[in-house]
């Protein structure tokens, strides 16, 4: 049987083996596309794909030539022709086989599937090629690979302790921080009898972790070596609060709480014990003491206490006075107006530090006045100054060197593109953010950004691949206790459920994160969510409580984000209540979303904004079939449904 290999040295697998040359690396690269897609693809795309940057005309042309390229390539293998066509499209001819079809279908199986799988990934799917799509495949099937060594290494604990540390071991090489790649390795050492060996593999993780994001290993992983010794741990959430900081500001953080750093994982009584260093600090001057009271402001942020944040920060701007302290404290401030959804409140604060910081010459205050700015203007709907703000505080993130910034402004603009339906840039935006998170050692941020990543998959039907984006980004969540993060990527993996109408699993992780956000006071999240739930119920056709939900997330979304935001529940409460037979009350909601929507309308009928509930062609139908259950005419309102 012949097989193409692309993992590794590109080979027809016959005997003996024949290396696949060609005269372009472009006639490579595109093999590898067709392998990877896995079907019929259209030329456009393929083309947009290897070619991002040229025109559509010039991109095709590409194709053709790159086509004959690799024709040449197969021939002097003797692989003969293994591309189908149509005008339109192209795809390997089924006969074919591919080493990468083979390892995506084995790498999630288990026992000799997973050894197959291992077998066939010989090396990375075209090293040193960017563009985006080998960027995200090659990410992708990285991820299986190391899934399929924790996997077999998981089964193979108990009868193959050996071989069992070997393969996690192969996959913390890839993955350093993977905890569940240290726990299989640790499990095998326990079960080899090798104590010393597994408490060694525990101390390089806390040494790994610490260093790179200020936290402790999960008891469950301790107690796999220390049994019921109780051992202190660093707060989660610390983790956050570090990963959003420049290097110059954890080490200003870390110093400001010695000693009893270690300490910090008891509890409540930790808690008070860093506010308490932060707040009554006996500092020399009212700015050291308003610096501190910043520190606390962001540890509040980070606990989700966000009116603790506030008072801080207020108490900070009392004290700063004129000094470089007062950006920290206007900056603090506008965050916690942010999230407090005081619009108007956020930009003023920020617009005020952005003016300070320039006075200062001081460039990690511009970029974050810069990107609070640009927040504003994105829930504000003001896409296009959003996307310039970003922009600018992405220039002055990497001028300061601030690797926290420089992810949230790139996971920013792909928001922005995918706000906007520019789907391609999203995604090469979120899977930048991704990449510049994993380089920089930024684990919590890399797993928002690969959240985000996961939701312009899901908008381009790769349904599949968003699910594994969502479960990796919560796998690491769950470990970290950021009940904000966590609720986001739960809210990600319930709307996916809601498009797969998979009703059970829309209840529980809308359910989880609702009760999430009830507990951190975030309305937008829980207006999120009720909608979420709404929507569930009516899938199970239990109408009432999808009523309930909806309107309760209606009125969430209206003291949170205004009316733009409430037209997402709006639209879906309409269509319940024509099923429940109450069409004036559903006329009423659906007229409220069109206002609400009417500035954006370009954008709506893309289907983009919220969660796509606002859709033109969405809004069109349901008023129809409002006007037939009120018994008119369905030409007597052609006008008005035409402007919906």
């Known amino acids: ?116 799988a291992l077998s066939l990934y010989r090396a990375p799917l075209l090293p040193g090629v960017w563009t985006e799509w080998a960027e995200a495949a090659r990410d992708d099937l990285s991820q299986l690979h190391v899934r399929a ?115 910090l994982g008891q509890a409540a009584k930790g808690r008070r014990r860093i506010l308490a260093a932060l707040t009554q600090a006996r500092a020399a001057s009212a700015a050291d003491r308003a610096r501190g009271l910043v520190w606390a402001s962001r ?54 530090a952005r003016r300070l910081a320039r006075r200062f010459e001081d460039e990690e205050g511009v970029a974050e006045a810069l990107h609070l700015l640009g927040s504003v203007s994105f829930f504000r709907q003001q896409l296009p100054q959003a996307a310039r703000r970003f922009a600018a505080a992405r220039r002055h993130a990497e001028r300061a060197d601030h690797p926290g910034l420089m992810v949230r402004t790139l996971a920013s603009l792909a928001a922005i593109r995918f706000r906007s339906g520019d789907l391609s840039r999203a995604a090469a935006d979120s899977l930048r953010a991704v990449r510049e998170a994993e380089r920089r050692g930024l684990r919590l941020l890399a797993a928002m950004a690969t959240a985000d990543h996961g939701r312009t998959l899901e908008a381009q039907g790769r349904l599949i691949e968003a699910h594994n984006r969502y479960e990796r980004s919560r796998s690491i969540l769950e470990t970290s206790e950021m009940p904000r993060m966590l609720g986001q990527v739960l809210t990600y993996l319930g709307d996916l459920a809601i498009v797969q109408q998979d009703a059970a699993s829309a209840m529980a992780h809308h359910g989880r994160a609702e009760r999430l956000r009830r507990v951190s006071g975030d309305t937008l999240g829980l207006a ?85 509930s606002v859709d033109g062609a969405v809004i069109r139908d349901l008023c129809r079939a409002i006007q037939a259950a009120e018994g008119k005419n369905d030409s007597a309102d052609a006008a008005d449904c035409g402007a919906l």
């Open 299 to 352: 540890f509040c942020f980070a606990l989700d206490d966000l009116a603790g944040a506030q008072e801080h920060a207020s108490r900070a701007l009392e004290i700063a006075g004129g000094s470089p302290a007062r950006v920290l404290a206007l900056l603090a401030w506008s965050r916690a107006r942010l999230w407090q959804s005081d619009l108007d409140g956020a930009a003023e604060a920020a617009g005020s």
């Open 1 to 116: 049987m012949r097989i193409l290999r692309l993992l590794g040295r590109p080979e027809l697998a016959v005997e003996p083996c024949v290396p696949l040359r060609f005269p372009s690396a472009k006639a490579l690269e595109l093999l590898a596309f067709l392998a990877y897609a896995g079907g019929e693809v259209r030329r456009e795309v393929v083309a947009r794909a290897l070619w991002p940057d040229a025109e559509d005309r010039r991109g095709l042309h590409n194709l053709r030539q790159t086509l004959v390229y690799l024709r040449k390539g197969l021939d002097d293998a003797g692989a003969g022709d293994v591309i189908a066509q149509t005008r339109t499209t192209m795809a390997l001819r089924p006969e074919v086989e591919t080493d990468v079809a083979r390892f995506r279908e084995c790498a999630v199986g288990d026992g000799e599937r997973l050894r197959r």
């Open 149 to 263: 060594l924790v996997r077999l290494a998981s089964e193979l604990v108990g009868s193959a302790p050996e071989e069992a540390a070997e393969l996690a071991a192969r996959a913390i090489q890839v993955d350093p921080l993977l905890e569940a790649a240290r726990e299989a390795r640790i499990r095998a050492l326990v079960a080899m009898r090798e104590t010393a060996k597994a408490r060694e593999e525990l101390d390089r993780y806390s040494r790994v972790l610490q260093s790179e994001l200020g936290l402790a290993p999960s008891a469950k992983l301790r107690e796999l070596v220390v049994g019921d010794e109780p051992a202190p741990e660093v707060l989660a959430e610390m983790g956050y609060l570090t990963a959003a900081l420049s290097p110059t500001e954890r080490l200003r953080l870390e110093v400001s709480l010695s000693p009893g750093y270690e300490a």
């Open 528 to 612: 999120t969510n009720l909608r979420g739930l709404g929507k569930a119920h009516a899938l199970r056709n239990d109408l009432s409580s999808a009523r309930s939900c909806l309107i309760a997330s209606v009125a969430a979304f209206e003291r949170s984000a205004g009316p733009v935001a409430s037209a997402s529940a709006r639209v879906p409460l309409a269509r319940v209540l024509l099923e429940l037979g109450r069409p004036r009350e559903a006329r009423d909601h659906l007229e409220r979303a069109r206002e609400a929507m009417a500035p954006y309308d370009d954008v709506a009928r893309r289907g983009h904004v919220n969660d796509g």
